[in-house]
């Protein structure tokens, strides 16, 4: 608010500004109350100027009570990272949003997807490959309109929750190693195509484990899956035994080669040992080699698409 010039009348008392007659203190309030005022030009200003109820301490007082009780404003967005649209043709390389098929957005330090000036997801109509990996992403509502994405990265998050991907019924391939992900419960329902699925160093325990088999075997499909350093999960032998019975195209698990052998036997071949280790009783052991398949520090580098 710029500083008000007084325009003075032929007797030389003011004609406009804050009320003179008014002791000192109530002025200066008054100035105050004006300066908090939103106006949109002069002649307001000049009408703000003369509203009589602004000129006894009672209207000063209303006033100020009235200012008090508007909401507080909560800041702009404006320099906050944003998927925006030009973001989007930048890290595409498309000439359009709409043609955009590999979008790869690392490193941004993105943690909304929805602030004001955010593309609309439901514009990217071609989208099959995204990468969101080392964000700061809590809530990914918004990935439920892509549903024609067939493969997500994001790992490195702090994403809790991922049913908004049960939109994304053509996905194959789930990455979301490094987050706070506790359940994936309805995940067999939404992506029963799925192939791939890293949940490496999430929140899952060994309390878990009943309800993760139980919606992995809607998973027949499952080729590679990653549950390291998840409190226990599916550590147990037995555990591992029946995640390998419900699993049965299962290929590779925490980064060991699955072998079913002739016999029926299925054992985790660990590829810094020379030969499977086949469990007595028929399962399989767990090991302790570094997982693989978007589990890694840096992503699924040996994708098509540096994720």
Not at 88 to 110: C, F, I, K, M
Not at 189 to 194: E, H, K, N, S, V
Not at 235 to 241: G, M
Request: charge should be negative; include cysteine; hydrophobic fraction near 30%.
């Amino acid at each position: 608010f710029s500083e008000r010039p007084e325009s003075s009348s032929d007797d030389g008392m003011v004609a406009s500004g804050p009320s003179s007659q008014l002791p000192e203190d109530l002025q200066k309030l008054q100035e105050e109350v004006l300066a908090g005022l939103e106006i949109e030009s002069d002649d307001d200003e000049e009408d703000y100027f003369q509203q009589p109820e602004l000129s006894s301490e009672a209207g000063i007082t209303k006033r100020v009570e009235e200012l008090l009780a508007r909401p507080v404003s909560r800041g702009s967005s404006e320099g906050v990272p944003k998927l925006t649209e030009s973001a989007v043709l930048l890290h595409s390389g498309a000439d359009t949003v709409e043609d955009a098929q590999h979008l790869v957005y690392r490193h941004q330090r993105l943690a909304r997807l929805d602030l004001p000036g955010s593309i609309d997801l439901v514009r990217l109509t071609s989208l099959e490959v995204l990468s969101l990996s080392h964000n700061e992403l809590t809530d990914i509502q918004p990935l439920s309109l892509l549903v024609g994405l067939s493969e997500v990265n994001l790992n490195f998050n702090h994403i809790q929750d991922l049913s908004p991907l049960h939109e994304c019924e053509q996905l194959i391939k789930i990455f979301a190693a490094h987050n706070q992900v506790s359940s994936i419960s309805g995940l067999e329902i939404g992506c029963p195509q799925l192939k791939e699925l890293s949940l490496y160093a999430n929140r899952f325990t060994d309390s878990s484990t009943k309800e993760l088999l139980k919606t992995l075997s809607g998973l027949p499909d499952l080729r590679s899956l990653d549950l390291g350093e998840n409190g226990g999960c599916c550590t147990a032998p037995s555990d591992r035994r029946d995640l390998l019975r419900v699993l049965p195209s299962l290929e590779l698990i925490d980064g060991n080669t699955v072998v079913r052998q002739s016999t029926g036997e299925v054992v985790e071949e660990d590829s810094a040992r020379d030969s499977p280790t086949p469990n007595p009783s028929g399962g399989s052991v767990s090991s302790s080699r570094p997982p693989s398949s978007g589990s890694r520090p840096e992503g699924d580098e040996n994708q098509a698409v540096a994720f």
